[in-house]
């Protein structure tokens, strides 16, 4: 039995949290105010101003504990009816999120597409582990059935140093005047100068390392060795500490090997590749090396920064990962996917279901058209098409994202379920701070006079417009 979205209010009052650094929330709160409702917004850092430029904000500047009080205080005082972030693990947005569900008002969160690189992920409630999204075949069978064909064709493409330039000018603008908020949680895994900083030598080596790995991967396949692809994450990620139950990302690593190294044949290798924008702080090509040499099986473990990651996966016995939205890549060129942590395409027929091990003896493919089905729901329920960066990219997102929005039409057509479906797995190394179960779309927080509360909820210390 399909969920029914709830029908949104004609006039709402959107409140914007931390968003992607660039300008494409600001242009969304543009589009819903042109289109007759209200957008506010809270900036917690000189970054988060920048990319808001033009537009009324305000900005918190209190102690993270004194957020909670803060954020609820808002809501009252502004009659807030939904709430849009970035990335729904950040601390911030966690106990947003709490606050929003004592008050039934819905929480949207955003992030890079799963279908990517053409789209935009744009979530009710939660992603990945705390995602909303059904995860039974049979019910993403049926909802397929009034979904539309979705537009595949890559039409918004953008270029790495574009997306380098937006993520460190927001974050080195938000490093350097921490003295204009003195008590701001950034909450993140490396010093951002640190991060930056070591980046750079690997720029000068990048054409060095596509060819290394094209070569590696083309002397595999000529060969007759089948090879399995392990795409690494970026250890700073959310998806890694909230969604999966390493601590690091060393610990992936070595459950791979040691299992590889119990099952595998000995024809059969196994190539890790790092993430296209991994600064090389971790040093993983060194890890990997001591591992394999440990067990032995050096000979069948590479390590390898670059390479077209569409032609690897095509000659791939199969793929492992944590939960990266290469998994989504993988399966829909019909590659073996084994997911470690949490994910919202994890999903049985969709992704080996068995444990690792048995993963390389004989790895499940992915029904192709269940495949076909899940898409085609992502794209009609959670996707939104275009992207963060370009002109073109956000002329087709902003308005397609802001009706979502304002229709109440994201989860819609049954892609919707009361309580979060993977939550039942949840195997995190960093226990959330909240989750949200059943938010209510479009209805606004009670007003200060209907509300009985104690006084640090007093509306008259929130900021006005």
Known sequence: MMLQTPKAEKSRVF???????????????????????????????????????????VTYRGRFRDWEAYVRRFIISHGVTDIVYYADRKPYHQVAARVAQEFKIATYCYEFGYLRPDWITLERGGMSAFSHFPNNPDQIAQIATHCDEPDQELKYPYTKPREILYEVSYNLLSYFSFFLNPFYRADRYYNPLVEYVSGIPGLFFEKKRHRVARELVTRLARNGNSFFIFSLQLQSDYQLRS????????????????????????????????????????????????KAKELGIEDQIHFIIGGNLTFMLKFAKGCVLINSTVGMHAIRLGCPVKVLGHAVYDIPRVTHSGPLDSFWDNPQ?????????????????????????????????????????????????????????????????????????????????????????????DAASAPTY
């Open 243 to 290: 969604n999966a139950p390493f601590s690091h990302q060393r610990e992936a690593i070595r459950t791979a090997i040691e299992s590889f190294a119990r099952r595998a044949e000995s024809k059969t290798h196994l190539v890790f590749k790092a993430h296209p924008l991994d600064n090389g702080w971790e040093r993983w090509g060194a890890y990997i090396k001591k």
């Open 15 to 57: 409140l914007f949290l931390q968003g992607h650094p660039s300008f494409f929330a600001r242009n969304v709160a543009a589009q819903l105010e042109q289109d007759g409702h209200k957008a506010l917004r809270i900036n917690f850092c000189l970054g988060d101003s920048l990319v808001w430029l033009g537009r009324p904000a």
């Open 365 to 457: 493919k992915p029904d192709a058209a269940l495949v076909d089905d899940l898409v085609k729901v992502m794209a009609n329920t959670i996707q939104v098409k275009g992207n963060f960066f370009t002109t073109k990219g956000q002329r087709a997102a902003v308005p397609a994202f802001a009706a979502r929005l304002a229709n109440g039409d994201v989860n819609c057509k049954g892609a919707f379920l009361p309580l979060p479906p993977r939550l039942s797995t949840l195997n995190a190394h960093e226990p959330p701070l909240h989750w949200q179960t059943e938010p209510t779309v479009g209805r606004a927080a009670p007003r200060p006079a209907e509300e009985e509360a104690a006084a640090d909820m």
